[in-house]
C-alpha cells in the first residue's frame, strides 16, 4: 500500500479520540475512515449544527502558537453550541496547511483533541487539503426537542445578562499586539489567556435551557450580538453601562472609556448574552450561581421602536461603535 | 440597523431556497440565521455526514466559471452520500473570498441553489469569511439504519463493478490546459463537462443500498479508490483491463495508454465502484438497468494475500501508477 504525505497529515487526526479518554462515544456507528460518517441521534433530541471558518492573519496571528489554535478554533465552534444550550457531541475539520511541518501538526492536533475528551465529543471526519492556511470546523450537538435557546424569543420587559465580563478578550489581543503594556505578569497572563483560550460556557447554556427566552454568544461585541436578538425577536433594549462586568485585571491597566468600547464592540470575549422573564429571575441564581462564573443584569428589553439605547442611571449615552466585521476594517 | 459588506454576501446564501422550489425542508427546525441550525433525523435514520474542502489552484482553476464552481463543490460533496447509499438532506457552506465580486457571488450561488434545490437540500448554515479563495462544504444525508453501504463489507469472490465510464474528467481537464486537442466541438464539450460538472451517482447509490457489500465514490482514480475498499476489507482483487468502460468520446482522441492512465488515476471521475456477491447480480441488473447510467463489470474480490492485479485476459500486467495526491504533485 502506497501512503502519500497526505495520509501521514491525516493520521494526526484519525486518532479515535484515543488521545487520552479511548472511549469513542456509542452514538458514533462508524467514524473517519469511510466516505462518510454515520451517526445516531436519540429520539426527542434535535441536532444542532454550526460552522466556522478561521484563516491565518484574519482571525488569528499568524504567529499563533498551534496549541492556542488547536484550542481556540474548537472552544469557538463549542461556543455557538453553548448560545443554543446544546450538548457537544461530533466535530468535522477541514484543516488547509501549505506545507507539512509535524511539530505544528502535533502540538494543533493534541491540543484539539485534549479539548474534544474533555466535552466528550468524537472527531467524524473532515478534510485535509493544501493552501493558505485556514480551518474550518462544523460542530454538532443535541438538545431536547423544543428546548433549543434561540435569537428569537425575547420579549419586552425581560431581563438581559451577560455571564463572566468583557472587553478582556480585546485587550489581551492588544497585549499580543504590544499596543497594551501590562507589567504584572500575572495580569498579563490572564488576560492573555482570556483572548488565546476562551472558555466556552456549555454548562451555562445547558442551566439556561429552561429559563432563558433568547441567547447568543458574544463573539462579535455586546453592540453587534445583542442587535441580531433585538432583530430576532423584533424587540429594543436599554443597557445600563455602569452595569458592564469588567475584570479587575483589565481595569488595572486600561482607561474606563477604553474599556467600554473592548466591552461594547471588542469581540472574542464569547460569554453568553441572554435575555430571561421576571418570573425565572429566581431560578436563573439558583441555576448559575452554583457554576463557579459570575452573570450581571445589564438591561432590559423594550419595545421595538425604542432601538438598542445605552444609559448611565436614567441619562442616555450615545454610542457610535459597532460590532467587529473582518470586512471593515 | 449597521450592516457592513460582510452581511451583504450572507445574503447571498440566506435564501431558504426560495430560488427555484421555495419549500424549505420540514426536518429543518430552524435554518440560516441563529449560533447553531436545527435538524430532526427521523427515527431508524442514520445521519451521513462528509466535508470537502477545495481550494483555488489546487481543487479547481482559478479562472473556473463561478456557475461551474457552485456545481462542483456541491457536487463532489453529493458525490460522497451516493457512495453510502444516503439521501441528500442539508448542507453548511464555509465561503473564503480575497474580496467582494457581486457576479462572482451571484453566478456561484444560483449555481450552488440549482443544484440544492434538484436534490431536495437546504442550505443550513455555514460562515463567510475573508481570505484566499476556499470552499469547505459540510454535507448531511439521511441512511435507513442498517442499510448504508460502507467500504468495508467486500468478501472474496464478490463481483466488482464501477458506473458509467472512466477517464473522462481527466481528458477534460487537459482539454482545458491545453494538453489534449479535440477539433470536434460537440466531444470536446462533452468532456469538459465531465470535469466541470460531474455527475454525482445518487440514485444508484440508493438503489444499490441492499445489494452492494461495499462502495466508495472514485475521486482520486481507480487504483487508488479500490485500494481503499481493499484495506478496510482486507482483501486484494483482480481487475481486467480490458473491461475498463471508456467514453467513445474520449477513445476518438486519446491513445489507449493514455486512456487506461486517466482512467485507472487520473481521479475526479466521480462514478461508483462497488462489489456484489454473486447472489445478487441478477438484481443488480433489474436496480441499476432503468437509471439511465451504464455500469461495468470490472472484476472480482480476491484474498488479501493476492493485492490488487490487473489482467488483460489470463496474463498479468504490471503498473506503477497510483492515485492522485495532492500533496506529491
New interface residues.
Partial sequence: ??Y???DL?ARYFNRANAYKAGNPRRDV??GI?????????A?KQ??????????????FLPTIDPADLGYKSLAVNLS??A??G?DPA?L???I?LPD?NSEWLAAYSDSLFTLLDYYGMQL????T????L?L?L?I??L?P?GR?L???GARIGDWIYVTGTLGDSAAGLAILQQRLQVSDSVVRQSLVLRHLRPQPRILQGQALRTLASA???LSDGLISDL?HIL??SDCGARVQLDAIPYSSAMMQYVEPDQALRWALSGGEDYELCFTVPEINRGAIDMALGQLGVGYTCIGQIAPSSEGLRFFRGDNTVELNW?GY????Q
Same sequence: chains 1, 2.
Fill in positions: 500500500m502506497v502519500g504525505e497526505f497529515i456507528e462508524l475512515g469511510d466516505d462518510c460518517a454515520l451517526l445516531t441521534v429520539e434535535l441536532l444542532a449544527v454550526s460552522t466556522d471558518t478561521l484563516v491565518s492573519g484574519v482571525h455557538d453550541l448560545a443554543m446544546a461530533w468535522s475539520l477541514a488547509t507539512i467524524i471526519g473532515g478534510d487539503t493544501r493552501g493558505p485556514s474550518t462544523t454538532h450537538g438538545v426537542t433549543a434561540t435569537r428569537a441567547a447568543i454568544d442587535r432583530a430576532a459597532k466585521d473582518h470586512f471593515s
